[in-house]
């Protein structure tokens, strides 16, 4: 990995934050100066110091990223929403100067970046451009998260389509909350069949793993082996 990833995923909810967290820690566990950012988060808690990213918080924790999380996210909306609605019915314009303020700061600090999107591709940032607009700025090659289920093909071929329709490089796809002790074909059959129709490599099958705990902070040691060959994959 040179430089680093965009994250996105087919959907809010994929796991972009639990599959970027473990290829924070993999890396900085290989003494990789490794730094993270989750540019735009909606659906902040409200705390005594502000409005708080928990994906940021989560990404910070792992990498162990010594800058403020007001850095690691510095645009952050309080409703769980897209943000072009978050901010209208927070009554804001949505400025993304302050973004890359910190994406540059953080860019000369660490030798490799990790960011995450916000919702899908097509997610609308503000309201003429898109997720997928935004990372084409951050020159970055994408890392689609997907789902393990039917659906998965279509949700996968149409995300690796919009990011390529705008010069994006899809470095890969990781199929999230996979589980190898299933017997639903859909599910047994969907990674290879999502690598013959984008043509990107399936790089990981990460597992669904029990222990991985969003609330107190902790991937679980199933999800960080499995990104683990993953990120060697990406080098
Ligand atoms: N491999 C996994 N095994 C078990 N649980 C997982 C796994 N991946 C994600 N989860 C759980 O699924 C939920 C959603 O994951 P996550 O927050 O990473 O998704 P996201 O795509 O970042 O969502 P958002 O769009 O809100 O940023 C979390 O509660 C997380 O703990
Ligand atoms: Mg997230």
């Known amino acids: 990995m040179k430089k680093g990833l965009f994250i996105t995923g087919t959907d809010t909810g994929v796991g972009k934050t639990i599959v970027t967290a473990a290829i924070a820690a993999t ?21 005594r110091e502000g409005l708080v990213s928990e994906d940021a918080e989560f990404l910070a924790k792992a990498a162990d990223a010594p800058e403020p999380l007001e850095e690691i996210s510095p645009i952050r909306l309080a409703e769980p929403l897209a943000p072009t609605v978050a901010a209208a019915r927070a009554g804001v314009k949505l400025e993304l100067a302050p973004m890359w303020r910190a994406w540059h700061r953080l860019k000369k600090a660490h030798d490799v970046m990790l960011v995450e999107g916000i919702g899908g591709a097509l997610c609308p940032v503000t309201p003429k451009r898109s997720v997928a607009d935004l990372a084409q700025q951050f020159h970055l090659p994408v890392l689609v998260v997907a789902r393990p289920t039917l ?32 017997d639903d074909v859909a599910q047994l059959t969907s990674p290879d069949e999502i690598q013959r129709v984008t043509g990107a490599p399936v790089l990981g099958l990460v597992p669904d793993d029990p222990t991985t705990d969003f609330s107190s902070g902790v991937v679980g040691e199933d999800v960080l082996a499995c990104v683990r060959q993953m990120a060697l994959r990406l080098r």
Do not use: Q
Not at 33 to 42: D, E, F, H, Q, S
Not at 165 to 182: F, K
């Open 27 to 47: 890396l900085r566990a290989d003494g990789v100066n490794v730094g993270v950012m989750k540019p735009i988060a909606t659906g902040c808690v409200r705390r």
């Open 151 to 182: 659906g998965t093909i279509n949700h996968t071929a149409m995300t690796v389509e919009v990011l390529r329709a705008r010069g994006l490089e899809v470095a890969g796809i990781a199929v999230n909350r996979y589980r190898h002790d299933t």
